[in-house]
């Protein structure tokens, strides 16, 4: 079974640049969650769908940042226009359902704005 | 205060040693814990659960204490493919996101 995918695996952009990430979930997980890391913080959490809706998007820093899964199947997170500290690692998740249920991370874009 | 606070290390080990750190977390209502693994520039992947007094999978071990509100992570008999770093990771009760530690960082020497 595939994992959770991302695209681009880099990207380096300047500022003031928009940037769309690209996550695919495993097939048939309803949740898709996205994360960042920036350079020494720890994870944290942006938003969450399930299925096409946004369940919670409490994370998300600013309104610089979109994140649409239309269909409810791949999701995109558009940062525009682009910042500094915009820089870090956006890692996407999905999970089958139910609240207990084990989040499976995609590799990682890591983002690089000059 | 953090809600999820770890040491960050690095921690340096011979291979074959036993190695323990904590983690310890705010909310006194959370249920769950888990602990993932991150190798470098990799992903984080589930390491275990931890829904009551603990946890054993192998050489590892998680522990919780309700009482002083932290987990550990407990690895015997480490191996060189150990050296990774461990996130303590605890769901934000009410809702599916998970809140992260910054991460330990754990080199397993030969």
């Known amino acids: 079974e595939a994992g959770v995918t991302q695209f681009p695996s880099h990207s380096v952009i300047e500022k003031g640049q928009t940037v769309t990430l690209r996550c695919d979930p495993i097939?048939?997980?309803?949740?898709l969650y996205w994360y960042r890391r920036v350079m020494g913080k720890e994870i944290k959490f942006l938003l969450h769908f399930v299925k096409e809706s946004k369940q919670d998007e409490s994370g998300m820093p600013n309104n610089r940042f979109l994140a649409e899964r239309t269909g409810g199947t791949y999701s995109t997170l558009k940062v525009q226009p682009a910042e500094l500290e915009d820089s870090g690692v956006y890692f996407c998740a999905s999970s089958y359902g139910l609240t207990q249920d084990t989040q499976y991370f995609g590799p990682g874009t890591r983002l690089t704005v000059l | 205060r953090k809600e999820v606070e770890q040491d960050p290390g690095p921690f340096n080990v011979p291979e074959g040693a036993t190695v323990a750190f904590n983690c310890t977390y705010s909310n006194s209502a959370s249920q769950s814990f888990f602990w993932y693994r991150q190798d470098c520039r990799k992903e984080p992947k589930l390491l275990m659960s931890v829904y009551s007094s603990g946890n054993e999978d192998g050489r590892f071990t998680a522990q919780l204490n309700r009482a002083s509100q932290y987990i550990s992570l407990l690895i015997r008999d480490s191996k060189l493919s150990d050296s990774a770093t461990y996130l303590c990771v605890v769901p934000n009760q009410g809702a599916q996101k998970l809140v992260f530690g910054q991460g330990t960082r754990l080199t397993i020497n030969p």
């Open positions: 097939s048939g997980h309803d949740n």
